[in-house]
C-alpha cells in the first residue's frame, strides 16, 4: 500500500465524526490509516480533527439560536393573537 501524507490526514480528521459512527457498522472501517507517513499525516489529522471539532461545536450553538430565535418569535406572536 502507498503511505498517506498530510492531505488524506486533513480529509480522515475533517470526516471523524462520520467514521466514528460508520465503524459501529462496519468492522473494516478505522479512524486513522494504518499507512501513514508518520509527522505529516498526523499534523493534517489532527488539524482536521479540530477543524470538525471546531465546526460541529459551532454547527450546534448555530442550530440551537435559530430554535430559540423561532421559539420567541411563535411566542410573540401567540401573545399578540392571544390578546
Known amino acids: ?8 490526514g486533513l480529509w480522515h480528521g475533517l470526516i471523524i465524526l462520520f467514521a466514528l459512527i460508520g465503524s459501529f457498522f462496519d468492522s473494516s472501517m478505522t479512524l486513522f490509516a ?13 488539524l482536521g480533527a479540530l477543524g470538525s ?4 461545536f459551532w454547527g450546534c450553538v448555530a442550530g440551537v439560536g435559530i430554535f430559540m430565535a423561532a421559539l420567541y418569535a411563535a411566542l410573540d406572536y401567540a401573545e399578540r393573537f392571544f390578546k
Open 1 to 8: 500500500m502507498e503511505e498517506v501524507g498530510f492531505w488524506h
Open 34 to 46: 494504518a499507512y501513514n507517513n508518520g509527522a505529516w499525516y498526523n499534523l493534517g489529522f489532527v
Open 53 to 56: 471539532g471546531y465546526a460541529f
